[in-house]
């Protein structure tokens, strides 16, 4: 199995409060993404790097932020809670982001926004 | 934009039946194309892929063709077991498009009942 490991695996949190989920992975892969999972819409990408520094925004950015000072850390922050970021978000990785090549995921972050 | 169309579910089956889960879609150029599977409390896990027209992915009995002339990649599965209950998404990843990661369709929820 690949090293991913993400923290926390649960947190309940109240509405308007900053929340970090932290993506750490063990196989220095290049690229690593945090998606959301929710019934009715499966996966959606949130957001996404290509290298320390370097991000970009997915499908459904609006509320969210992420920073990679390192290669092995993502970090995925809620400035400011909602209920509808009520989800379980999982990270993945890839190691050169070729088409052909598939991403191994963490075991998930359930959250939810009381 | 790339998309991906599956059935939802649940779908219901006996052990030992024979499985077929639609999956179709909509993408530019040559993707590649995936089924992962989720366990109850766990994260996404690669089944199978297929990274060009006529490939055939298999892995633990399930299979899939990528059909470019109907945009299809069907799961199947000749006989399953109560342990392949679960739920499977049709994935794809654009050319070109690795940055971005994959796109997901909905989700189809198994159940096996022995």
């Known amino acids: 199995d690949a090293g991913i490991t993400q923290s926390p695996r649960h947190k309940v949190t109240e509405t308007g409060t900053p929340v970090t989920l932290r993506c750490h992975q063990t196989?220095?892969?290049?690229?690593m993404y945090w998606y959301r999972q929710d019934p009715g819409h499966g996966l959606r990408l949130i957001h996404y790097s290509y290298g320390v520094k370097d991000t970009d925004k997915g499908e459904v950015s609006d509320g969210y932020s992420v920073s990679r000072s390192k290669t092995e850390d993502f970090l995925l922050t809620l400035e400011s809670a909602t209920s509808s970021q009520t989800s379980v978000y999982f990270c993945?990785?890839?190691?050169?982001?070729?088409?052909?090549?598939?991403?191994?995921f963490g075991s998930g972050t359930q959250l939810s926004v009381l | 934009g790339n998309s991906v169309t599956q059935m939802e579910g649940p779908v219901t089956l006996s052990e030992e039946a024979f499985l077929t889960i639609n999956c179709t879609y909509t993408?530019?150029?040559?993707?590649?194309l995936f089924w992962y599977v989720q366990y109850p409390g766990e994260g996404l896990q690669l089944l199978l892929k297929a990274t060009k027209a006529d490939d055939k992915g298999s892995n633990k009995g399930f299979e899939a063709t990528y059909r470019k002339e109907t945009t299809s990649f069907h799961l199947e599965k000749g006989s399953v077991q109560v342990s392949d209950s679960a739920v499977y998404f049709c994935a794809l990843r654009a050319t070109g498009g690795g940055a971005d990661g994959l796109t997901f369709g909905k989700g189809t929820h198994l159940i096996i009942q022995p």
């Open positions: 993408a530019t150029g040559y993707p590649s």
């Open positions: 196989e220095n892969h290049r690229y």
């Open positions: 993945a990785i890839s190691e050169q982001g070729a088409t052909n090549e598939k991403l191994f």
